[in-house]
């Protein structure tokens, strides 16, 4: 039986569970294979067994619940509000709220909370809204797409969104997508802020 980690995230917030599956399952070596054949296959072992540990280790600094089912599987459940609170900090500053992404990817399992938050954060009254970026090194299409959703938020609003702490990688993907000029971006966490109050003055 291979070993696996199944992530279940679901609360009363959330009526559709998202799951994710990753599974360890070495590859049975033949008779007969050279040295070098071994070689590989106890790196690509070792690679998974690394992988794994990696995704459990994550699963648990995320607040999750380790349980094993009957099949000797381990599954860890975890809250949506649980991995809202751990990975979304949320500050208030003078002029804006910031909401940091504690995260190195900002992905499917992480965009829907941001964009939960946005809406959140803009419908208690806040116009302006910074999305620190610093710690994550990535980001897809639903990363953006929550992004934008909390960009057009704040214009509607009459306020402002800023992307602060862009990765290279970050910066090259709203390049690709032509957004570089419909998102603000800056620096630093308080360029951002003074970018927000320089577009409050003018107004």
């Not at 008779?31 to 648990?60: C, D, Q, W």
Request: hydrophobic residues 40%; proline residues 3%; contains cysteine.
């Amino acid at each position: 039986m291979p070993l696996g980690v199944v992530c279940v995230r679901d609360s009363s917030e959330t009526p559709t569970a998202q799951r994710g599956v990753v599974t360890y399952s070495p590859t049975p070596r033949a008779s007969g294979v050279t040295p070098n054949e071994v070689k590989s296959e106890k790196l690509k072992v070792n690679t998974e067994i690394a992988s794994y540990l990696a995704m459990t280790r994550s699963l648990r600094q995320r607040g999750a619940r380790k349980f094993v089912n009957s099949d000797n599987v381990n599954i860890f459940v975890m809250s949506t509000k649980t991995t809202r609170e751990m990975i979304l900090q949320i500050e208030k500053q003078k002029s804006c709220m910031v909401v940091k992404i504690n995260s190195e990817k900002l992905d499917s399992l992480i965009a829907p909370e941001l964009k939960a938050e946005l809406v959140n954060i803009n419908t208690e009254g806040a116009k302006n809204i910074i999305i620190d970026m610093s710690d994550a090194r990535y980001c897809d299409s639903s990363g953006l797409s929550a992004i934008l959703v909390g960009n057009r938020l704040c214009k509607n609003s009459g306020g402002m969104l800023v992307l602060t702490g862009l990765k290279e990688s970050v910066k090259k993907l709203i390049l690709i997508s032509q957004l570089d000029s419909i998102l603000n971006t800056a620096l630093t966490l308080e360029e951002g802020i003074s970018l927000i109050g320089a577009a409050k003055t003018s107004n």
